[in-house]
């Protein structure tokens, strides 16, 4: 199996891209915006990113990442992705995504099967902060009571929410890129239902007891 690997030196990086060019003009790619190569050879390509600046050793550095895939012996990736959209040819250690499958949601390996590297458009509208990545994969999966389980460890009024909430979260859905965003809060509201309707309603354990009162004023979410 082929192993090898790109490996950058990233304090000697000072993104003048010359990689990305040259990787570009090797597959034919266009010179500016996103990539659009086959699904067959999508994880090879390169790209630079401004990271930064940094402090290191009090001194302010101006660093970029090349991002590519590394394909990895056992890749996480893999397992994370809830559309199966990433693969590996154990013939020769390549890692493959199928554009067609992705819906660009960047997930990586956590406990819901789909947790965010960096935080997801419909993540960062929610004013609860909801794991919706994380909990729409598990209601694909049938596990609706581990969905509500996700959804209560940061908003405790799914069924409230999943009716009067103004859905944010749907405003800049990455699905929109390809058709129309995904019916978050019918899902939620869905999710909420099934509890409802299960013979024992999940209620969280409280966790630690505070003294501290709380005035709640007005109303919605």
Not at 1 to 7: R, S, T, V
Not at 102 to 113: D, E, F, I, P, Q
Not at 146 to 163: N, Q, W, Y
């Amino acid at each position: 199996m082929n192993n090898n690997k790109l490996i950058y030196e990233e304090y000697a990086c000072w993104g003048c891209k010359a990689c990305e060019v040259a990787c570009k003009q090797e597959y034919n790619q266009p010179p500016f915006g996103t990539y659009t190569p086959n699904s067959q050879d999508s994880t090879r390509y390169v790209s630079v990113q401004p990271d930064g600046p940094k402090i290191v050793d009090d001194h302010l550095y101006f660093m970029f990442r090349v991002n590519v895939c590394l394909h990895c012996s056992d890749p996480a990736c893999v397992k994370a992705c809830p559309e199966g959209a990433i693969s590996k040819d154990l013939a020769t250690g390549i890692v493959l995504h199928d554009q067609e499958k992705c819906n660009g949601c960047n997930a990586v390996l956590g406990k819901s099967g789909a947790e965010k590297q960096d935080t997801s458009p419909c993540k960062f509208n929610c004013p609860a902060r909801n794991d919706i990545q994380g909990y729409i994969n598990l209601a694909a999966k049938g596990k609706y009571r581990e969905a509500l389980e996700l959804i209560k460890e940061t908003s405790p009024f799914p069924s409230i929410c999943g009716r009067v909430c103004h859905h944010p979260c749907e405003s800049d859905c990455n699905r929109k890129e390809i058709d129309e965003s995904v019916s978050i809060q019918s899902i939620e509201r869905f999710i909420a239902d099934q509890d409802h309707q299960s013979e024992k309603v999940y209620i969280p354990a409280v966790k630690e007891a505070k003294h501290e009162k709380v005035a709640v004023i007005g109303s919605g979410p």
